[in-house]
């Protein structure tokens, strides 16, 4: 069975660093690209970014209101996917979650929150 | 970017009712859209890939067309089960872009 699990979520100030999770199992990690989505409390979704396979490159792609701040990296041996994001701003408060390939799979996410 | 339009962002419908939503795209993105059914505080769900194919264990009465850059989402006898949101995304290129979401509500 395919599992996705995110964690790493809290409360931080503005300007802080936080790192997210994605811990994937029941299929082969290293094959897919993952990606993570964001959702404002009471707001549509977010994409935030990708990471490709490494038989795609492994390289990431992300969007313009995270590019510079976030950083997703992965971790095949142990099936893990991770968002670094640094300098958060309020307007990041989100539910963050992490999905395989371009959503066929999600997590059910977890919450950063970012207030002074 | 690619701009995504769903409309509408509501609807009120009842029990047994065919409903259509429809997702247009500001520039061609050839068939690789999704459609996503997300239910208050859970993870969206995927419905419907490469515009019109269904994903694995999604009801048949779901089902997706496309017509150059506008794309159809067509629930065709609604259920208690289905009063969700709903969503596009394209996959086409990036950044992946979704639209706004449509709420289907119990009329």
């Known amino acids: 069975e395919v599992q996705v699990v995110e964690s790493g979520g809290g409360l931080v100030q503005p300007g802080q660093s936080l790192r997210l999770s994605c811990t994937a199992s029941?299929?082969?990690?290293?094959?897919?690209?993952m990606s993570w989505v964001r959702q404002a409390p009471g707001k549509g979704l977010e994409w935030v970014g990708l990471i490709r396979s490494k038989g795609s490159g492994g390289t990431p792609e992300y969007a313009a209101s995270v590019k510079d701040r976030f950083t997703i990296s992965r971790d095949d041996s142990k099936s893990i996917a991770y968002l670094q994001m640094n300098s958060l701003k309020i307007d990041d408060t989100a539910l963050y979650y992490c999905?395989?390939?371009?959503?066929?799979?999600w997590g059910q996410g977890t919450l950063v929150t970012v207030s002074s | 970017d690619i701009q995504m339009t769903q409309s509408p962002s509501s609807l009120s419908a009842s029990v047994g009712d065919r409903v259509t939503i429809t997702c247009r795209a500001s520039q061609g993105i050839r068939n690789y859209l999704v459609w996503f059914q997300q239910k208050p505080g859970k993870a969206p769900k995927s419905l419907i890939y490469a515009a019109s194919t269904l994903q694995s264990g999604v009801p048949s009465r779901f089902s997706g067309s496309a017509s150059g850059t506008d794309f159809t989402l067509t629930i065709s006898s609604l259920q208690p089960e289905d009063f969700a949101t709903y969503y596009c995304?394209?996959?086409?290129?990036?950044?992946?872009?979704f639209g706004q979401g449509t709420k289907v509500e119990i009329k």
């Open positions: 999905s395989r390939r371009d959503g066929d799979y």
């Open positions: 029941g299929f082969s990690f290293g094959d897919y690209a």
């Open positions: 995304q394209q996959y086409n290129s990036y950044p992946r872009t």
